[in-house]
């Protein structure tokens, strides 16, 4: 059985680790080619080894690229093109939750700009080479791929929602990725070029798992979690894979939640949790 996004090239920012680690897993399963883009490149490289011993067959790479660098996020697509002769599956997943991000009062310019620079620079540059590459992608229908492409940009729900536990810069900065997101979405729309945000709610990666180090932090967002329990990377990798294959061939400009139901939720409910979360691809 050919997989969800068979033969079709990926592109993924922050694939050493958390969401992008797992989708570089799923996409590879489902036949797309995968370039692994990480700052941290040995991280990339662990998940490059899996996928070589995993999926001998899919077409695979690590580099080591800043997606807050012009540069180094175009060298990234530049790379992947030449790699897989197309880019079919851009997936702007990088991005940074800084521990002295705080309130309006207490958050220094510099964790501002860096902010900005990674969550937002990052995936406006990941956008605009994406497109570049993929108004460029021959149709082929014998492989089942087509010209245009779906770009996939990591916002979060704190784009939705406000929290007493302030990170002002990311808060922002993810807000700015919801609008940017849709409004590609529409410029590009006739050019068979599709852009979704993913909402994650609150995951369980280093990335939260850090920075809520003890367990009166945890509880402090468990409680308003309507399943009563943090998501896991794999459940968002698993609504990336959604976004990036053709089966989303009619969504564009949308903001998907994977989010538990938290940014629906009023009143949390009571009792224990019923069903264990599935588990990681790793
Ligand atoms: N974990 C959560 O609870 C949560 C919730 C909502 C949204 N998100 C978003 O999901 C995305 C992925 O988060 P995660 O939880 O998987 O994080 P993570 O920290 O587990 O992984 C992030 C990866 O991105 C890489 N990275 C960081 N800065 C980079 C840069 N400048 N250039 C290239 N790579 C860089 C890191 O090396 C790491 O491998 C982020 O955009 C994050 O804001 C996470």
């Known amino acids: 059985m050919p ?6 090239a990926a592109l993924i920012t922050g694939a050493g680790s958390g969401i992008g680690l797992e989708s570089s897993l799923l996409f ?15 991280a990339a490289e662990k998940t490059l080894a899996l996928i070589k011993e995993r ?3 899919v077409k695979a790479a690590a580099i080591k690229a800043d997606v807050g660098k012009e540069e180094d996020v175009k060298g990234a697509v530049d790379k992947a093109v030449e790699l897989f002769g197309r880019l079919d599956i851009m997936f702007n997943n990088a991005g940074i939750m800084h521990p002295e ?3 309006a009062l207490n958050t220094e310019e510099r964790i501002w700009d860096l902010t900005m620079q990674i969550n937002v620079k990052g995936v406006w540059w990941g956008c605009k080479y994406a497109i570049l590459a993929m108004r460029k992608n021959p149709t082929d229908e014998a492989l089942g791929l087509h010209t245009g492409g779906s770009i996939i940009n990591t916002a979060s729900f704190v784009a939705l929602m406000g929290a007493a536990t302030p990170q002002l810069a990311y808060t922002a900065s993810k807000g700015a990725v919801l609008a940017m997101t849709r409004e590609l979405a529409m410029v590009h729309a006739r050019e ?7 909402c994650p709610g609150p995951l369980k990666t280093p990335l939260l798992m850090d920075f809520l180090n003890t367990q009166e932090k945890r509880d402090r967002r468990l409680v308003h979690l309507p399943m009563g329990r943090f998501g896991e990377a794999v459940e968002v990798a698993k609504g990336a894979l959604f976004l990036a294959s053709d089966d989303s061939s009619y969504m564009t400009g949308t ?5 538990g139901g938290l940014s629906s939720c009023y009143v ?5 949790q019923a069903l264990p979360p599935p588990p990681s691809l790793v």
């Open 3 to 8: 997989g969800r996004i068979q033969n079709k």
């Open 28 to 42: 590879a399963q489902e036949g797309a080619n995968v370039l692994l883009v990480d700052i941290n490149l040995a």
């Open 55 to 57: 999926f001998p067959n």
């Open 101 to 103: 991000d705080d309130n």
């Open 192 to 198: 068979g070029i599709r852009l979704n945000s993913i």
């Open 255 to 259: 903001d998907f939640k994977v989010d």
């Open 268 to 272: 949390t409910p009571l009792g224990e």
